[in-house]
């Protein structure tokens, strides 16, 4: 048998007013908090290059109106999210994926297997790049000719097909809410089970 505690009409009195008065704090802290869980978990599931888009997550929270809101204002989240529709790429996105293309090859991520008639270039993601071998290059003009022949290919694919979204968040609701809901509880479970001296 759990423990019975035992209250008189006036500590109950007093109890009850204290739990109105101070539950809306407690419940909005309670959001904060599980905000806060989510947010750690969402930064662990964003893909990562640079680690721009997982330093993008912000909690927002409006006292005010009760609100608190989990966002990435990464202007190409929603993208990297949801994915886009074929599109023609300016110069600015092309030089973002050359950069891209350049980093991968850094680290290793692509690797190009030089074979006697062509080489192929493989991507982690769907791309596939197929180009012809040329004269023997030094190695610093070998790797621009890679990465201006991936970039190219990875440009024409999304002409072609647009872009695949990674939904990174919606594959994962079910465990953040989850995760957010325990958080949740446990933040009100602790502020309605606290004794009964204790102040809120």
């Known amino acids: 048998m759990g423990n019975v505690i035992s209250m008189d009409e006036k500590a109950l009195s007093v109890r009850l007013r204290s739990d109105a008065t101070n539950a809306p704090k407690a419940i909005f802290r309670a959001m904060v908090s599980s905000a806060q869980r989510g947010k750690g978990f969402l930064v662990a ?5 640079r680690g721009i888009l997982r330093n993008a997550w912000k909690i927002v929270k409006s006292s005010a109106t009760n609100e608190v809101q989990l966002v990435n204002d990464q202007p190409y989240a929603g993208v990297m999210e949801r994915g886009a529709r074929p599109f023609k790429m300016g110069r600015a ?5 050359k950069g891209w293309v ?3 090859l850094r680290a290793g991520k692509i690797i190009l297997k030089p074979k006697p008639r062509n080489a192929i270039a493989h991507l982690t993601d769907a791309y596939k ?7 023997k290059l030094s190695k610093g003009a070998e790797r621009q000719q890679a990465i201006e022949s991936i970039t190219w290919a990875i440009v024409k694919t ?3 097909v647009g872009i695949k979204g990674r939904r990174f ?3 994962n609701l079910d465990k953040l809410a989850a995760l957010m809901k325990e ?5 009100l479970d602790n502020f309605f089970s606290r004794a009964l001296g204790d102040k809120e």
């Not at 599931?45 to 290059?49: E, F, K, L």
């Not at 996105?93 to 994926?97: D, Q």
């Open 158 to 160: 999304i002409e072609k």
């Open 169 to 171: 968040v919606m594959n």
């Open 129 to 135: 790049v197929r180009f012809k071998s040329r004269p």
């Open 183 to 187: 958080e949740m509880d446990r933040s």
């Open 102 to 104: 350049g980093r991968q």
């Open 93 to 97: 996105g092309i030089e973002a994926i």
């Open 45 to 49: 599931a964003t893909p990562v290059d």
